[in-house]
Nanobody, 122 residues
Framework: QVQLVESGGGLVQAGGSLRLSCAAS????????MGWFRQAPGKEREFVAS????????YYGDSVKGRFTISRDNAKNMVYLQMNSLKSEDTAIYYC???????????????WGQGTQVTVSS
């Protein structure tokens, strides 16, 4: 059974940084794309970043390009999201997903974590 567990969320001031982590278990981690999406109250789940399984190509949502960095450690079954220069509009619940392809569509994913709250105060 696939399990994804996010950690690292919290409260940070605008301009600060946070690093989210996602621990995966249940199937061969290196065979799957990994990604981060976020959802703010009253809004749809939004693509943040993804990383492919084969060559670790990365993709980013327009609103986070240049500020966020996704990475993976296949030996540890972990994926990370380094978030710098945080803005109040980054406030959301951040979800880790595991799936297929390039990973920037919701439909690419078949497993999700429970989410971690990120709150950026202005």
């Amino acid at each position: 059974q696939v399990q994804l567990v996010e950690s690292g969320g919290g409260l940070v001031q605008a301009g600060g940084s946070l690093r989210l982590s996602c621990a995966a278990s249940g199937r061969i981690f290196s065979n799957y794309a990994m990604g981060w999406f976020r959802q703010a109250p009253g809004k749809e789940r939004e693509f943040v970043a993804s990383i492919t399984w084969s060559d670790s190509r990365t993709y980013y949502g327009d609103s986070v390009k240049g500020r966020f960095t996704i990475s993976r450690d296949n030996a540890k079954n972990m994926v990370y999201l380094q978030m710098n220069s945080l803005k109040s509009e980054d406030t959301a619940i951040y979800y880790c997903g595991q799936g297929y392809g390039l990973g920037y569509n919701l439909r690419d994913y078949d497993a999700w974590g429970q989410g971690t709250q990120v709150t950026v105060s202005s």
